[in-house]
T-cell receptor
Framework: GDSVTQMEGPVTLSEEAFLTINCTYT??????LFWYVQYPGEGLQLLLK?????DKGSNKGFEATYRKETTSFHLEKGSVQVSDSAVYFC???????????FGTGTSLTVIP | EPEVTQTPSHQVTQMGQEVILRCVPI?????FYWYRQILGQKVEFLVS????????KSEIFDDQFSVERPDGSNFTLKIRSTKLEDSAMYFC????????????FGPGTRLTVL
């Protein structure tokens, strides 16, 4: 079945450091891929998405490229800020109406 | 900007009691979902709902669970007889037909079963 494997955390970085959170997936067909972010005490917010191979999703300085050949969708940011401290979830979905499959989440703490 | 809302934000109940978690999806959306997240674990799919019926459900969604869209705006999840292991954060989500099948999530209801 479809699944997402996400880099284990927690991750602690200094402000302005480079961030990579790895995500790989297994899916039949051609899923859409997502990164969601969960700030402390809040729900899940869409961070970025990509719907087909080689698409790059980007938002708030974060980027991820849909790589079909490596079945990956790694999240990157060149310079993290304290306000980026949150839990990040990689997810996939096959089509509208289909359930989302989430990774385990990676907790990021950015220290000044 | 339209958003999914959920009530209550926190529910505490005794084991064996029934609970109803409420959600108001985005008004023009057609697909509705419930997910749960046990503390420290991944977000797990429970059920999806379309055209007034369940379209998909997971193994977690057993006979103790039910969903309903009673009035065209609310979407509810009922747990008939809560167990300790039902303690989790429950998220409602919705999406429409068009677009990138992105799901919009509510802020969640934290359910604590004592």
């Amino acid at each position: 079945g479809d699944s997402v494997t996400q880099m284990e955390g927690p991750v602690t970085l200094s402000e302005e450091a480079f961030l990579t959170i790895n995500c790989t997936y297994t899916a039949t067909g051609y899923p859409s891929l997502f990164w969601y972010v969960q700030y402390p005490g809040e729900g899940l917010q869409l961070l970025l998405k990509a719907t087909k191979a080689d698409d790059k999703g980007s938002n708030k300085g974060f980027e991820a490229t849909y790589r079909k050949e490596t079945t990956s969708f790694h999240l990157e940011k060149g310079s993290v800020q304290v306000s980026d401290s949150a839990v990040y979830f990689c997810a996939l979905s096959g089509y509208a109406g289909n359930q989302f499959y989430f990774g385990t989440g990676t907790s990021l703490t950015v220290i000044p | 900007e339209p958003e999914v809302t959920q009530t209550p934000s926190h529910q505490v109940t005794q084991m064996g009691q029934e609970v109803i978690l409420r959600c108001v999806p985005i008004s023009n959306h057609l697909y509705f979902y419930w997910y749960r997240q046990i503390l420290g674990q991944k977000v797990e799919f429970l059920v999806s709902f379309y055209n007034n019926e369940i379209s998909e459900k997971s193994e977690i969604f057993d006979d103790q669970f039910s969903v309903e869209r009673p009035d065209g705006s609310n979407f509810t999840l009922k747990i008939r007889s809560t167990k300790l292991e039902d303690s989790a954060m429950y998220f409602c989500a919705s999406n429409g037909l068009a677009g990138y099948n992105e799901q919009f999530f509510g802020p969640g209801t934290r359910l604590t079963v004592l």
